[in-house]
């Protein structure tokens, strides 16, 4: 019998039912009966039950393919026989005009965020199998490679134990054939930087909808990337297309240095936005994405006549308050008796990265629940930083109200941003203001939180109140 894997999903849906973490789940597969070993591929659904029989995710028109067994052979008899030694190095030498790392680095970045653990666990030669990848995240893994890389690393291949090692010695020969490969033209070949800065890059985790009469573009918060928002394109309405915005240096845009000038982002915004005015639009961002939609707002106006329905801030004081608990960060960093501004986060200690924690901790940007592992922490410190400086640096400049309405949302509980710090946002605005608290901290946007509560209020603002631009 011939193996099968998973080459394309439908749709994918999860429910955000509260699961226990010692709870037993169990994967049904509803696919139709094969009577004989000839069918290439065939259609099914996957559901995720709980013990309670509770749907907690479904993966409808689930596809499985035929893995040909003879040609995966056939790439085993024609591997190329170098040594493992001198392809290493071949990689090294590959990736040095790319200044961001190794893809040998690239590579092991791409399996920890698949599979939500640290880069340091990812070992060369461990079979990625025995991490845990399965058929949809080796899909998910060889899509990356294919993107960036330009070049498919077979499906036939993930037949056997696959380890990053073997990733690599497969690709540098099809590399070298397929570009004639010489160091000065690397650049030209596999300059990651180009790619990352299309336009495509800034928007991840949306999902189009066919019957969308709006835009919602989301804005991450300070040190997080678009998956935040990766459910509320099915947990909004079918009206409402959500737009999550990807920035420099995370998740998928982890090699990109992030950007510290809040003019200089703002005008690369403005240019990706603007490509998607074919229907109304409104704004939306937490905490540090706040700010970041205000001022792209109040750039719009000077450049276009198209403005957002709706400016909707979370967690973020009013711009002309003083940033008080952001300076009090920055204060409690500079007190350390070690850097933490310009150094490599690879090079702090683990007691170094535990004074850290302690001071996001008691500036609540850290839940007092959440487990920081030392390889998490590194990655987040460099974009976290990059934020504060960001917004540390901004200074508001007094302009005429917006022509836009504001809807300001807000934790009841929120100890970085004070309910009463966001009554100013009434002021930026000649048009309706509303201001909403929800239960919660500064991030009660989470899904653990008042996320349920705030895509409510949210198809609630966008499209069925009257009185703020409603779309029709």
């Known amino acids: 019998k011939k193996p099968y894997i998973t080459t394309k999903i439908i749709a994918l849906h999860y429910l955000a039912l509260p699961i226990d973490a010692i709870d037993t789940l169990f994967l049904v597969a509803e696919l139709p009966v094969i009577h004989d070993n000839s069918a290439k591929e065939f259609t099914g659904d996957w559901y995720l039950i709980d013990q309670k029989c509770r749907v907690v995710a479904v993966c409808k028109g689930i596809l499985l393919t035929q893995l040909n067994k003879e040609l995966f052979l056939e790439n085993l008899k024609n591997k190329p026989s170098n040594t493992i030694d001198q392809q290493l190095i071949d990689a090294k030498n590959l990736i040095d005009p790319m200044q961001h790392g190794s893809l040998i680095e690239f590579l092991r970045w791409q399996v920890s965020s698949i599979l939500q653990m640290t880069i340091t666990d990812v070992m060369l030669q461990q079979p990625l199998q025995n991490l845990g990848m399965d058929s949809l995240m080796m899909m998910a893994l060889n899509r990356q490679i ?17 380890s990053i090692q073997k990733i690599i010695e497969y690709l540098l020969p099809d590399i070298k054939n397929k570009f004639s490969i010489q160091k000065q033209e690397l650049v030209k070949i596999v300059d990651t930087r180009k790619k990352f800065n299309s336009s495509d890059s800034w928007i991840s985790y949306g999902q189009r909808k066919s019957q969308a009469k709006l835009r919602l573009f989301c804005f991450p918060y300070g040190g997080a990337g678009a998956s935040i928002y990766s459910e509320w394109s099915h947990l909004l309405p079918k009206e409402i297309e959500v737009l999550p915005i990807q920035l420099p240096g995370r998740e998928q845009r982890y090699n990109e240095l992030p950007i510290t000038q809040l003019n200089e982002l703002i005008v690369m915004l403005a240019d990706v936005v603007q490509k998607e005015f074919k229907l109304p639009y409104a704004f939306f961002g937490h905490s540090f994405g706040a700010l970041i939609a205000f001022e792209l707002t109040r750039y719009l106006r000077e450049k276009t006549q198209i403005l957002p329905r709706n400016l909707i801030i ?7 308050m003083p940033l008080v608990m952001l300076h009090k960060l920055l204060a409690e960093f500079n007190k350390l008796p070690f850097e933490v501004y310009g150094v490599d986060s690879a090079q702090f200690t683990s007691d170094q990265l535990d004074e850290i924690v302690i001071i996001l901790r008691e500036n609540f940007l850290i839940d007092a629940h959440q487990v920081m592992t030392s390889g998490s922490l590194r990655i987040l410190l460099p974009v976290l930083l990059a934020d504060s400086c960001l917004v540390a640096n901004y200074h508001y400049l007094m302009e005429a109200p917006l022509t836009v309405p504001i809807t300001a949302f807000c934790g009841d509980d929120d100890q970085w941003v004070p309910p ?17 608290t929800f239960p919660g901290s500064h991030l009660f946007i989470k899904p653990e939180q008042q996320q349920k509560a705030v895509i409510t209020k949210l198809t609630e603002i966008l499209l069925f109140d009257s009185t703020v631009n409603k779309i029709s």
């Open 146 to 162: 294919e993107e960036f890389l330009g070049i498919a690393y077979p499906l036939q291949e993930f037949i056997k134990p696959t």
């Open 314 to 320: 979370s967690a973020f004081s009013s711009p002309q």
């Open 420 to 436: 009463a710090s966001m009554q100013g946002w009434r002021e930026q605005t000649n048009q309706k203001f509303q201001f909403y």
